[in-house]
């Protein structure tokens, strides 16, 4: 934080103090709606009331979007139900929706009975639809025009409603019905003759999304045909809403961060980490790793079975972590590529094939590098060429299996309609401790008789 960014803190939180809320309000009218929400919470609880009341009701609506779920919570419970009435009236529908499914349930059950006959009517429809579905992140403030209308009706239409949008530059055109026919931009509009109908200025090759569907179906839309909204229709093709940009933004780095802590071996934290509690980590961490234990506990039971060989020949013990690693990096490797290459679209499941053939080739030329490698070092440390051979050909060979398996468990896991991130790193480096001792030990069986 600059210093001058302290200075203007200092003088707001001095300016609260002595209960000047007129001067607060100017000072803050030139601040980012993230830096308001950021001083808000960093103040004791009568300061905080006082600030939030000093800012102009939308402005403080607009703040209050950026502030985390659980300063929400806490800055709910300090006001009173006439500010707390006046803040839902003021949110955006796809703001309100998000804060009501995060809160607690016993303080949305509060919210809703402070809501108009018009905004609880709203709120349900768009709570009631699926978890995860883009029907929750939609919002229903548009500008809808109807194909029969003339630029001129189209404009006047603008003029009388435009101020409640949630996007201008877009405007959406349906039917007699409400059904979703084609877009139209607002420079054209304006750019057009008075007299010109609707119908005559459209292409009909607008996209759109199914309100039940999954909004990682949005994130891939959005990015694919590169817009900034899309809209929303039910399953006759009424249009009921849009998604926007920076609501799909939000849900792109949820989901990120859920792949990668489920690529981590955990169960996805439902909060940010600076706001989880030692029993959630607890909770979210333990399962898998006693699941990691019980499979390592068969690593064990493969080494007691080739003791004989170990205690006869312990330089093959010396390079059991040097083999066995290698797999498990591998193979993480090679799942993580997959993972990812599914999750983007690049790799569909049908692909399977290719892409397994792909890792196959990649996991000999790795195993062979890494073969000659190794071989070399267990031949300076050990001096036994049987063993350097064992070292050798088993570094081809796991390195193989474990290329090949990390590179087919996410589609196999995606056919079993199981999140293809489960294929963890934690997990495929278990796994291929058991193979690769299996490996290792029946080379070695073979080449030492």
């Not at 980012?32 to 009701?57: C, M």
């Not at 809501?115 to 009631?128: I, M, T």
């Not at 690049?346 to 196959?360: A, F, G, T």
């Not at 196999?412 to 489960?422: G, H, N, R, T, Y």
Request: aromatic share 8%; glycine share 6%; hydrophobic share 50%.
């Amino acid at each position: 934080m600059g210093n001058e960014t302290i200075d203007a803190e200092i003088e707001i939180q001095e300016l609260i103090a002595q209960n000047q809320l007129k001067a607060v309000a100017e000072r803050f009218h030139s601040w980012a709606f993230p830096e308001i929400a950021d001083l808000l919470i960093r103040l004791d609880k009568p300061h905080q009331i006082l600030a939030y009341r000093a800012l102009p009701r939308q402005r403080a609506a607009d703040m209050f979007a950026f502030l985390e779920p659980e300063d929400q919570d806490r800055l709910l419970a300090a006001l009173t139900d006439t500010d707390t009435r006046a803040l839902l009236e003021d949110l955006s529908p796809d703001d309100r929706t998000e804060m009501l499914e995060e809160l607690p349930a016993t303080v949305t059950r509060r919210l809703m009975q402070l809501l108009s006959p018009a905004d609880l009517a709203e709120a349900s429809q768009l709570l009631g639809y699926p978890e995860e579905s883009v029907g929750r992140l939609m919002t229903p403030d548009y500008i809808r025009l109807r194909a029969e209308w003339t630029v001129e009706q189209a404009i006047g239409h603008i003029r009388k409603y435009g101020r409640d949008s949630e996007i201008f530059n877009i405007l959406y055109v349906t039917d007699g019905h409400g059904k979703l026919i084609d877009i139209v931009r607002m420079r054209r509009i304006f750019m057009e003759d008075s007299a010109v109908i609707l119908t005559d200025m459209l292409n009909y090759n607008c996209i759109s999304i199914s309100a039940f569907e999954d909004r990682e179906v949005a994130v891939e839309m959005i990015q694919r045909y590169d817009v900034n909204a899309l809209p929303v229709v039910d399953s006759e093709g009424v249009l009921v809403g849009i998604v926007t940009v920076d609501d799909i933004m939000d849900v792109a780095e949820e989901e990120v961060t859920e792949d990668i802590q489920k690529g981590a071996g955990m169960a996805p934290l439902a909060t940010k980490y600076s706001a989880a509690t030692y029993t959630q980590l607890f909770r979210k961490r333990i399962g898998w790793l006693l699941i990691l234990i019980f499979v390592n506990l068969i690593s064990a039971g493969v080494i007691s079975n080739y003791e004989e060989y170990v205690m006869e020949f312990i330089t093959l013990a010396l390079f059991m972590p040097l083999v066995i690693a290698s797999g498990g990096n591998c193979g993480a490797q090679s799942a993580t590529l997959m993972v990812r290459a599914i999750a983007t679209g690049d790799v569909e499941l049908s692909d399977w094939m290719k892409s397994v053939k792909k890792e196959i080739f990649v996991g000999i030329l790795l195993g062979v590098a890494m073969a000659v490698i190794a071989g070399v070092v267990s031949q300076l440390y050990g001096g036994d060429t049987r063993i350097a051979v064992i070292v050798g050909l088993s570094m081809i060979s796991i390195v193989f299996v474990a290329n090949s398996f990390g590179a087919l468990l996410p589609f196999i896991l995606s056919k079993m309609k199981v999140d293809p991130a489960a294929a963890s790193t934690p997990l495929i480096t278990s796994l291929m401790d058991v193979l690769g001792l299996i490996i290792y030990f029946s080379i070695a069986v073979v080449v030492l008789g």
